[in-house]
């Protein structure tokens, strides 16, 4: 075989590459290449010939595996086999590299959440109500009212049907006129995700009795039926700060006394304030839905609802417990694991925030019945109420495991969200892969050009794993630290995996990168750092950044 087409051969692919990858076809049958660099020269059989092309190459391509190409362009270079030459202006990949590719990392976007006329109507039975708070209005006394989705779905709330205000002997003292469904009352549903919440102001006028109707009042909704039969029943006591409270005035003493319609909208505006305290016990209330079981797992979704005047931060992550019969604790969450992120968010005003409670494999004596939940927020404990439902009830999940072997329930509570935010973005695969970065020593580069390098990712799992780069491309981010500057210059894009395909244990693959040298770039060192994904592997590096040249 001609040395020229060795030399071909032998270019294809840098010092650093898989060896097994490819074959030397001298002539005679393909060798395991692999097997061969951990043989003896004599039990080869490559002979004089294979190895000393084989330095030739690594001295060839450690010479040509970064390249710097702008208004300076590099050498040509070029070989019988036709490697590539570096042309005036245009980059070059560099032999032996998977070729760098033009795609800009996007954070994908959620999807849109439904309308509310695709939406499942909402399960009056899964729906807690808080009332509370009078105040006088232009004659008329009002006060606000908040539903609650304790449930595991999103779903669709629509207007109530009849609307009643009670005396504390059950006697009505206002009411509305029934509403049909489609009645044309110009009142609209709104969606409630998970654990979300709803408010609308009640507004009592015209009352001409005598004296106030004795306390506490109740508000009674009757909310639409799933099923269509009627409506369901939900009342509350109106809470109220002081021991009195407003009654309208009498502007029509021959009338009844009413209550205006009720427009539901979406909490979460909040009270604006940035002096944020966390939440206490005190200013909340929590309710547990329907527990449902799926693979010897009880899950069941937690609401929180922040009653107070004020926003408050709320954690993540808090440690939750169940408690028996006697007030001991059952179970808790463990504390001291991963902090979700953020660790803690703002819990407006008025609004709600969700979780699931997941509980399983119990194998000890059954705790003392029933179990009630608690949040732990610092020196407070949050009562977690169940809905008045018969499968609201916290469950004993069975024994997944041996008895014997006195295996530990499992109780893992998903951190807590608030409604209907948008699902973070999944998480980059170049966060976790288990890569060594490495970058050979880079050359001088030149204000206004276009600096090429390349990068190898070495394969270094402790579990032997192959990673599939075709099916999980990482992303990748260059932060170019110029001399003289405080700040870092960020580029984030897409390996071309294609190429790549799949990497068992101790393998490499290596990528051109293109990193774009600004004009005005101040001569001496900079500082290149190269990370895979937001947190994964990196390296940092160092080059020099050349003088200007005049232009002619």
């Known amino acids: 075989m001609k040395p020229d087409r060795i030399e071909e051969l032998l270019r294809r692919r840098p010092p650093d590459e898989p060896l097994h990858s490819i074959n030397l076809e001298l002539d005679e049958p393909a060798a395991d290449l692999l097997r061969v660099r951990r043989t003896s020269l004599g039990a080869t059989g490559l002979g004089s010939l294979r190895w000393a092309s084989l330095a030739a190459a690594v001295a060839l391509v450690a010479v040509l595996g970064s390249l710097v190409v702008g208004r300076t362009p590099a050498a040509p270079t070029g070989s019988p086999g036709g490697s590539p030459v570096a042309s005036e202006g245009v980059p070059t990949t560099p032999p032996g590299a998977i070729a760098w590719i033009d795609e800009p990392y996007v954070i994908p976007t959620p999807e849109p959440t439904e309308p509310p006329s695709a939406l499942p109507l909402c399960d009056p039975t899964r729906l807690a109500v808080v009332a509370g708070g009078w105040g006088g209005a232009t004659g008329s ?11 595991q779905v999103r779903c669709r709330l629509d207007p109530p049907i009849e609307a009643a205000l009670r005396d504390a002997g059950g006697t009505v003292v206002a009411s509305r006129e029934p509403t049909a469904r489609g009645s044309g009352s110009g009142l609209e549903a709104i969606g409630l995700g998970e654990a979300g919440s709803a408010w609308a102001i009640v507004v009592w006028n015209n009352w001409c009795g005598a004296a ?16 269509g039969s009627g409506g369901q029943l939900l009342r509350t006591e109106v809470k109220v700060d002081e021991p009195g409270y407003s009654t309208p005035r ?13 427009q539901f909208q979406s909490t979460g505006e909040g009270s604006g304030g940035t002096d944020l305290k966390p939440c206490v016990a005190a200013d909340l209330l929590a309710w547990s839905g329907d527990w449902g079981a799926a693979a010897g797992t009880w899950y069941s979704e937690i609401a929180v609802l922040n009653v107070s005047g004020v926003d408050c931060l709320f954690p993540a992550g808090p440690t939750v417990e169940l ?9 808790a969450s463990e504390a001291g694991g991963p902090l979700p992120s953020p660790a803690t968010f703002v819990l407006p005003a008025g609004s ?15 705790p003392p019945l029933p179990l009630r939940a608690d949040v732990v927020l610092g020196d407070s404990r949050l009562d977690v109420a ?3 439902d018969e499968f609201a009830t916290i469950p004993v999940p069975p024994c997944m495991g041996d008895p014997a072997a006195s295996s530990a329930p499992g109780f893992d509570p998903a951190p807590f969200r608030l409604p209907d935010a948008p699902e973070p973005p999944p998480s980059d695969p170049g966060d976790s892969l288990p890569f060594k970065v490495t970058i050979p ?17 070495t394969n270094t799992s402790v579990y032997d794993k192959p990673i599939n780069l075709s099916g999980d491309c990482p992303s990748y981010i260059q932060r170019l630290f110029l001399p003289g500057e405080q700040g870092s210059i960020d580029t984030r894009r897409l390996l071309n995996c294609g190429p790549a395909g799949v990497l068992t244990l101790g393998l490499s693959a290596t990528f051109e990168m293109r990193l774009e040298i600004p004009s005005d770039a101040s001569p001496g060192k900079a500082t290149l750092v190269w990370q895979l994904g937001d947190r994964g592997e990196g390296v940092k590096t160092t080059f020099q950044i050349a003088e200007s040249t005049p232009s002619p």
């Open 212 to 227: 106030a109707p004795p306390g506490p009042l109740e508000l009674d909704l009757t909310m639409p039926a799933a099923d």
């Open 250 to 262: 009498c502007d029509a003493p021959e009338a009844g006394s009413g209550l205006g319609v009720l």
């Open 323 to 331: 408690r028996d019969a006697s007030g001991d604790i059952a179970i």
């Open 352 to 366: 709600s925030a969700g979780s699931w409670l997941a509980f399983a494999n119990w194998c000890a004596a059954p």
């Open 386 to 388: 169940p809905m008045p």
């Open 141 to 151: 006394a009002a006060g606000g009212v908040t539903i609650v989705n304790v449930s």
């Open 441 to 457: 020593p880079l050359p001088t580069a030149s204000p206004g050009s276009t600096y090429v390098y390349v990068v190898t990712l």
